[in-house]
């Protein structure tokens, strides 16, 4: 299917731009985007999978990523029965799927290419996509978000009094389009068009695939086996863990904290100088559920960090090498997707110099008009699925023309913040491991899209009108 899109991208962004006279455009806008693809988006997230990818190995040889694997193997198992019990692709899918909810997508990238790998060597048709890679990808691309960081960022930054109401309609939204994502997949999958193909004979070259990442004794995360935690290893988790409460207290309750630290001032002098932390400005102005989950946001990146290296240096792994050889294979797999990224970027561009996301939008407007879809929402929804820069300046238009707390804005939010762009994701997941052939993740993964999209309007709708 990716074939047949990508050729169509690029043939109709060539007949349009004749049509329209923006062959210029469209030739301009490959060359920006293959530029772009590789200077500002592989090389950064180079390192951004080098240190996530490093941390991971700590979690996967300290034995913490078994450890969840195993706590939640009941869920999985329905959701990924191909994945043995225990196997490393489990912990790393979890983690990835915790990071979405968070909105820590930073992280959510690397740890996702982690599980691909692992999938891959699972794999008994190279090049061709599983149903646990299709579910996994589904569930990425539909992922349940807690907090939307994104939109509500410029929410704040155009001037919204109530930035996070969206929150729960975000939520909402995206345990629809969740429940769709997993549910089309498991669906799709059944059907004889995209069922794989026999696995390939060593006669057989017809369909060449590149090769899959092989299974070495140094991403083996059994490789070192960790010794059992002593009593001061126990004692520090727990000093690590208190100091953790004590922020997100300090955080969450600022007027009860600042009370408790006057009161200890007044009853011992000699700690008259000790203040609380400061509150982060992402929390001033918050209260209740919101000020929780944005708490959680920011508490979760630095500590977690700081768990795993502690974690594992108390199981005996040595961290320093270990975080080097994990921070190579990120580096190694960030170079691994640069075609794939190339491809899937170039060809969305074209077709948007082109004129191509307008003429949709004016094509389906007659459309989606009784169906209660605003016109000004069809360029955003559109594009959506294909660049997540284009996505994000169409919203700042709307939130800037129908004001940051009008209803079209919070509509455009949700939407932002239970979409994904599932072009890209495909393309940077699949690229990593050499999947040519991603059968029915495409259709799942826009399914979900729509899903989400339809929920955003109707929840908007009823909790804003």
């Excluded at 863990?241 to 007044?266: D, E, I, K, R, Y």
Aim: proline share 8%.
């Amino acid at each position: 299917m990716l074939n047949v899109l990508w050729l169509g991208l690029v043939v109709l962004s060539v007949l349009l731009g004749g049509f329209t006279g923006r062959l210029d455009a469209v030739t301009n806008g490959a060359f920006a985007a293959a530029r772009d693809s590789v200077m500002t988006i592989a090389l950064p997230l180079a390192g951004l999978m080098a240190l996530w990818l490093g941390f991971l190995r700590l979690a996967e040889l300290s034995g913490l990523v078994g450890l969840l694997a195993r706590a939640l193997h009941p869920a999985l198992r329905l959701l990924f029965p191909e994945v043995p019990a225990g196997h490393p692709a489990m912990g790393a899918m979890l983690l990835n799927m915790a990071a979405n909810m968070l909105g820590l997508g930073n992280a959510a990238t690397p740890l996702g290419l982690r599980a691909m790998r692992h999938l891959e060597r699972l794999n008994p048709h190279p090049g061709t996509a599983t149903n646990a890679m299709c579910t996994f990808l589904a569930i990425n691309t539909s992922s349940i978000q807690l907090i939307p960081a994104t939109a509500l960022a410029i929410l704040a930054a155009q001037g919204s009094k109530h930035s996070t109401v969206i929150v729960g309609t975000a939520f909402l939204a995206t345990c629809v389009s969740t429940l769709a994502g997993v549910s089309s997949v498991k669906f799709l999958q059944r059907l004889r068009v995209f069922q794989p193909p026999p696995p390939a004979t060593p006669s057989d070259t017809s369909s060449p695939s590149l090769p899959s990442a092989p299974a070495s004794p140094e991403n083996d995360s059994a490789s070192i086996p960790p010794r059992d935690l002593s009593p001061r290893g126990r004692l520090l988790l727990c000093l690590l863990g208190g100091c953790a409460l004590f922020v997100a207290a300090s955080m969450l309750w600022p007027l009860q904290t600042q009370a408790a630290f006057t009161a200890l001032n007044s009853h011992f002098p000699l700690l008259a100088g000790l203040r609380p932390p400061p509150l982060p400005e992402a929390l001033r102005d918050q209260t209740g559920i919101a000020a929780l989950l944005n708490t959680v946001s920011i508490l979760a990146v630095p500590f977690l960090l700081a768990f795993f290296a502690l974690y594992a240096a108390l199981r005996g792994v040595k961290v320093y090498e270990e975080f080097v050889t994990g921070a190579r294979e990120g580096w190694e797999v960030a170079i691994r997707i640069i075609p794939s990224l190339v491809a899937i970027l170039v060809g969305v561009k074209m077709f948007r110099e082109a004129g191509g996301i307008q003429i949709l939008a004016t094509v389906l407007a007659p459309l989606l008009d009784p169906l209660g879809v605003p016109t000004d929402l069809l360029p955003m929804i559109l594009v959506r699925p294909l660049s997540g820069g284009a996505t994000t300046g169409l919203f700042t238009e709307l939130v800037t023309q129908f004001g940051p707390d009008s209803l079209m804005a919070r509509t455009a939010a949700t939407i932002f913040g239970s979409t994904e762009t599932t072009f890209y994701v495909l393309a940077v997941y699949f690229g990593s491991v050499g999947i040519q052939r991603g059968r029915h993740a495409l259709a799942a993964g826009l399914i979900a899209d729509g899903a989400g999209v339809i929920a955003s309007i109707i929840i908007c709708r009823w909790m804003f009108s």
